[in-house]
């Protein structure tokens, strides 16, 4: 089975500034790393994911995450937040092609202004 | 493209009452379907998988003859709550998967139904 950690359940920062949400996930296979985006009273949308290839991927509007084997991370981070930016973030695992989803208990990032 | 849609948005029920909610896929076919439920300032938790025509796969703790879901269309999937209590207030929220052959991570969330049971 998988698990995902998100161990700030609340992160602020100002307006400009740059931000790490952290992700570490448990599993004993091979998985598929995602970021999600939940803004108040929506559904999740996709940020990003990594599936194989470079361990470092990006979003259009900024953001990237680095998959580490290692250290069994996916920590996503934007070097200049903005206002808009202020959301949850899920981060989830998947070890099944065509399976479900574990999601972590997710961050809230408040950008300030 | 790729939308889905809830409805109703928000409902208030009545204890011991049903609630009914629809998922719909609007411009895809959608052959999986999953429901999942979100606590205030918790994340989601998968509460089954529905594959259109097939009964639906629920994850274990999650009551089926209490969540009753129907997925019988490519288009439309129903989530029942039966007899609600205050316990079953929630947010629920659906996703769709497009036919085979897509990418399993194009899953695909809908706005959400927040409900309340009083």
């Known amino acids: 089975a998988q698990s995902v950690t998100q161990l700030d359940s609340q992160v602020p920062v100002f307006e400009e500034a740059p931000v790490e949400l952290r992700c570490n996930y448990s599993?004993?296979?091979?998985?598929?790393l995602f970021w999600y985006v939940q803004y108040p009273n929506q559904g999740l949308q996709l940020l990003l994911k990594?599936?194989?290839?470079?361990?470092l991927v990006e979003s259009i509007n900024g953001f990237e995450a680095e998959f580490n084997k290692s250290q069994t991370s996916f920590h996503l981070r934007k070097p200049s937040v903005h206002i808009s930016d202020t959301a949850e973030y899920f981060c989830?695992?998947?070890?099944?092609?065509?399976?479900?989803?574990?999601f972590g208990p997710g961050t809230r990032l408040s950008v300030l202004p | 493209g790729a939308v889905v849609s809830q409805h109703p948005s928000r409902v208030i029920c009545k204890s011991g009452t049903s609630v009914k909610i629809e998922c719909r896929s609007l411009?895809?076919?959608?052959?999986?379907m999953f429901w999942y439920r979100q606590f205030p300032k918790q994340s989601l938790m998968l509460m089954a998988t529905?594959?259109?025509?097939?009964?639906?796969?629920?994850e274990q703790g999650v009551e089926k003859d209490k969540f009753l879901i129907n997925h019988a269309s490519l288009t439309l999937s129903t989530l029942t709550v039966t007899s609600a209590h205050p316990e079953d207030s929630s947010f629920y929220i659906c996703?769709?998967?497009?036919?085979?052959?897509?990418?399993?991570?194009?899953?695909?969330f809908g706005p959400g139904t927040r409900l309340t049971v009083t």
């Open positions: 996703s769709a998967r497009s036919t085979s052959g897509r990418p399993f991570y194009e899953q695909y």
């Open positions: 599993s004993s296979v091979s998985v598929y």
């Open positions: 990594y599936l194989s290839g470079s361990t």
């Open positions: 989830a695992v998947s070890a099944d092609y065509g399976q479900n989803f574990v």
């Open positions: 411009d895809f076919q959608a052959t999986t």
């Open positions: 529905s594959n259109e025509g097939s009964k639906a796969t629920y």
